[in-house]
């Protein structure tokens, strides 16, 4: 229960995974057209639940991180870095490119729509061919930020994580089992 207490690095995973997750939860972009706007929610969305998911691993990676013994840490830490790289990467694309990664959420969905529940393959094509057009677009929103700032932090601890030395009391563990 001490080496919970006194790990930083893994404490950073456990947040950024728990900040990613929650990002899910709040408006990602809002989509503009000539009916108005709307505002889309990652977890509204396949691609977003995958983020949700991911956020839940790389916080997930992080407790184990704490609690590993040994070399089993790296392995925990390199499965919380790259949860939360591909986080970063989707948010990231967000901001650089919202119109592409709102047609990629309008193709996923309806991809995923069209195997559950037999709809029509096109609607995700004619999403994308709308931002194509510019008959729609979209802007980024809070939900894309704070899913940036969380995996950056929980990239910081993933990483952080390889350099952690545990305290005096812990090394002889460590010596005796890594």
Same mark, same amino acid.
Request: net charge negative.
């Given at each position: 229960?001490?080496?919970? +207490? ?8 456990? #947040? ?6 929650? %990002?899910?939860?709040?408006?990602? &972009? ?15 969305? !396949? %691609?977003?639940?995958?983020?949700? /998911? ?16 040994? +070399?089993? +840490?790296?392995?925990?830490? @390199? ?17 650089? =490119? ?6 990629? /959420?309008?193709? !996923?969905? *309806? /991809?995923? @729509?069209?195997?559950? &529940?037999? *709809?029509?393959? %096109?609607?995700? =094509?004619?999403?994308?061919?709308? /931002? ?5 677009? *979209? ?5 894309? &930020?704070?899913? #940036? *700032? ?9 990483? #952080? ?8 009391? =812990?090394? @002889? ?6």
């Amino acid at each position: 229960m001490e080496r919970l +207490k006194r790990n930083p690095a893994g404490w950073g995973l456990v #947040l950024g995974g728990a900040v990613i997750a929650a %990002s899910t939860l709040f408006t990602w &972009f809002v989509v503009e057209g000539d009916g108005g706007e709307e505002r889309i929610r990652a977890i509204e969305a !396949v %691609s977003g639940q995958t983020i949700m /998911f991911l956020g839940v691993a790389a916080l997930i990676c992080g407790v184990l991180v704490m609690i590993s013994l040994g +070399k089993g +840490k790296y392995v925990w830490a @390199t499965l919380g870095l790259l949860a939360s790289a591909v986080a970063v990467g989707a948010a990231v694309w967000g901001i650089v =490119d919202i119109d592409g990664l709102a047609a990629r /959420f309008a193709d !996923v969905e *309806a /991809f995923s @729509t069209l195997i559950t &529940f037999s *709809a029509d393959a %096109s609607r995700g =094509d004619a999403v994308g061919d709308a /931002f194509e057009q510019g008959t729609i677009s *979209a802007r980024p929103a809070i939900g894309m &930020f704070v899913a #940036l *700032a969380g995996g950056l932090l929980a990239m910081a601890g993933a990483l #952080l994580s390889y350099r952690y030395t545990p305290p005096v009391a =812990d090394r @002889t563990i460590y010596e005796r089992e890594g």
